[in-house]
């Protein structure tokens, strides 16, 4: 079993849609946890770190369930710049070893 | 301010060669790691070096070395290159090493092994 997995879609939607990706992790010892986009062919960039209280940061909210760790992140008012691989990615060691999942493609259409 | 840089940006090898790649994190930051990522799949942790000294190392054959110099710039090397081999090499870093610590990507060495 993949220590963080994600649907790798693609997901499609049109411009305006809202559009849900769920990660789920293995070790329940995680510590920190993240959202990262990846633009084709470009390096991974911080979208958002995730609290267990759920934060927002404009159109995105990242939500941990602990309990069930289960990692979200809800894009409003999708854009056609939001066209990317979004990637769930945990921090469980002491130390910095980023476990990433396989990514998850978003196309936003006109 | 520079972000993180690596060179060269893209490279090809054939089997059994050898290969260096560097990276210079953004100033001030003392750790920097490194990662794999074959096409379709995410990032996969190879070393972490923070000082000059190896903070964590990944699922990888001794083929793979690293080091990390005084000015926190840092070296990958990987012997007997395969065709596996192929992928992105990115390199992170971060001011330290905690587990909250964001990590900063550079734009990667894509290495194509023939």
């Known amino acids: 079993r993949k220590e963080v997995e994600q649907d790798p879609g693609p997901f499609n939607v049109p411009e305006g849609a809202t559009v849900a990706f769920n990660c789920t992790y293995s070790n329940s010892a995680s510590q920190s946890f993240f959202w990262y986009r990846q633009d084709c062919r470009k390096e991974p960039k911080l979208l958002m770190s995730?609290?267990?209280s759920g934060n927002e940061d404009g159109r995105f909210t990242a939500q941990l369930n602990r309990a069930s760790q289960y990692i979200s992140l809800l894009i409003r008012d999708s854009k056609l710049s939001d066209s990317a691989t979004y990637l769930c990615?945990?921090?469980?060691?002491?130390?910095?070893?980023?476990?990433f999942g396989q990514g998850t493609e978003l196309s936003v259409k006109p | 301010d520079a972000g993180v840089t690596q060179s060269p940006t893209h490279l090809i090898k054939t089997r059994g060669q050898h290969v260096t790649l560097r990276c210079s994190p953004i100033s001030g930051h003392k750790s920097v790691s490194w990662y794999q990522q074959v096409l379709g799949q995410g990032p996969q942790f190879i070393f972490q070096y923070y000082e000059k000294e190896e903070r964590g190392r990944g699922n990888f054959p001794d083929r793979f070395s690293a080091r990390q110099f005084p000015n926190y710039s840092s070296e990958l090397n990987v012997n007997a290159l395969l065709l596996g081999d192929s992928a992105l090499y990115l390199c992170?870093?971060?001011?330290?090493?905690?587990?909250?610590?964001?990590?900063?990507f550079g734009p990667g060495t894509r290495l194509l092994v023939l």
């Open positions: 990615v945990v921090n469980t060691y002491q130390g910095g070893k980023l476990i």
């Open positions: 995730v609290y267990s």
């Open positions: 992170a870093s971060s001011f330290q090493t905690g587990t909250g610590e964001t990590q900063y």
